[in-house]
């Protein structure tokens, strides 16, 4: 999702993402007819050839319930090691070690088979074996929303025409601190399936951990949780990840969706489904994230969710990030198309606005940095953004804020 770290004045900039679409050519003589079976045997080929890319042979396939398919694919076989850098990369089980005050569990590393403390559909029909890591299979519907294939799982921004008439804008309720070197960073995200009103919407909650400058040179660590439906085919609520090393130009891509990201554990599958969510007035579901640069090792950035060692960014991606992060952000982030030239009615975090506090609006807890002398601590002279307060606002208390809005309403029309 677009960062918006940094100065202010970005968020009035347009931000721009690609819709692509295959028209067929009519079909009106002979020379018409041939040119069309050309051009749709291309494109079929073009989708084979990038679904055998992401698809590796699978050990086991899971069928969902929810209707994804988990593939367990050999863990030295993932797609990490189609980049060029990790070509003779060797993997690592868990950091070496780990900052001042973060308290680590036995049992809960990678190797063990206790139970995540995270719940996805797919494990009602099965798990993945040791040596295996959860892939969603991607399917051709998947590449065929994207419009291209080599598009798929990645963001496009400078790119859509006419995008200051179509008034395309990304809108953010967030927590920042800056100002420090950062290794790191911690927290609690309340779990919601917020609504969408278009597929080209979305909706999530997440965090941010940057280096750099957006209108220049960035690169960024994200994961979170999201409802996008052109990217994974339905509204439901899927955890994710993602990366870039030059500010979302031509790097990175959501999940493993691209090489990079290098997973270790066999129990959670990113872009699969996270259930159960949060019910209004009752009871609330959480998902613990933790990011840390192994320093003392390889500089690795690595990432645990619900208190097991997933997987982590080699430090040999980054160019800034191969150093420290200069921000660390938290918080919610929707796209509003301005159908009608009304506001989106996409929702963030629980469509409820954080006044309505606890069991009601969605929130972040458990807030920590790791800060430049590698010590896990609270937020310090953290502030809030927002780019619309009568859309989607936050209420920050230091060590915990409620966020989240429902988008149109009365006072945003």
């Known amino acids: 999702m677009a960062l918006p770290c940094g100065s202010r004045r970005r968020w009035s900039r347009v931000v721009k993402m690609t819709f692509c679409l295959f028209f067929l050519i009519p079909m009106s003589s002979v020379g018409n007819r041939n040119t069309n079976t050309i051009f749709n045997k291309k494109q079929k080929l073009e989708v084979q050839q990038q679904l055998k890319r992401l698809n590796k ?4 396939s899971i069928e969902s319930p929810d209707g994804d398919i988990i593939d367990c694919v050999d863990i030295n076989k993932q797609p990490a090691f189609d980049h060029p850098l990790l070509k003779n990369h060797t993997i690592q089980m868990r950091p070496s070690s780990y900052p001042e005050g973060f308290s680590f569990d036995e049992s809960n590393d990678v190797s063990s088979n206790s139970e995540p403390k995270v719940s996805q559909p797919w494990h009602l029909n099965g798990r993945c074996p040791e040596g295996t890591i959860p892939i969603r299979r991607t399917k051709e519907e998947d590449l065929l929303r994207a419009g291209s294939a080599a598009n798929y799982g990645r963001k496009k921004h400078n790119s859509i ?70 990217l994974y085919g339905d509204y439901q609520t899927r955890l994710f990840t993602f990366w870039t090393d030059d500010s979302y130009r031509t790097t990175g891509c959501y999940n493993l969706n691209c090489p990079g990201f290098v997973q270790v554990d066999n129990q959670i599958a990113v872009g ?3 259930t159960p969510y949060s019910i209004y007035g009752d009871t609330q579901r959480t998902l613990e994230f933790y990011v840390y640069k192994d320093i003392n090792g390889n500089g690795d950035w690595w990432l645990k969710i619900a208190q097991r060692n997933f997987g982590y960014w080699p430090s040999s991606l980054f160019s800034l990030l191969s150093d420290s992060a200069s921000s660390v952000q938290w918080g919610g982030e929707v796209t509003n198309l301005k159908l009608g030239e009304q506001h989106t009615t996409t929702q963030m975090g629980s469509g409820h606005f954080p006044e ?4 009601k609006a969605s929130y972040f807890d458990r807030l920590n940095v790791i800060d430049g002398k590698t ?5 310090r002279n953290s502030h809030t953004q927002t780019t619309n307060p009568n859309c989607y606002n936050i209420i920050n208390y230091g060590d915990h804020f409620y966020y989240g809005g429902p988008g149109r309403n009365p006072n945003c029309p």
């Open 57 to 60: 042979p699978a050990l086991k």
């Open 161 to 230: 025409p006419n995008a200051d008439v179509a008034g395309i804008t990304h809108e953010y309720a967030l927590l920042a601190e800056e100002g420090d070197k950062y290794y790191g960073m911690m927290a609690n995200m309340n779990v919601w399936n917020p609504h969408t009103m278009d597929s080209n919407e979305f909706s999530v909650s997440q965090f941010w951990i940057a280096a750099g400058d957006p209108d220049q040179d960035l690169d960024t660590i994200e994961a979170g949780i999201t409802v996008y439906e052109n």
């Open 375 to 379: 010590v896990l601590r609270g937020p």
């Open 356 to 359: 309505e506090g606890p069991g």
């Open 272 to 274: 699969a489904t996270v």
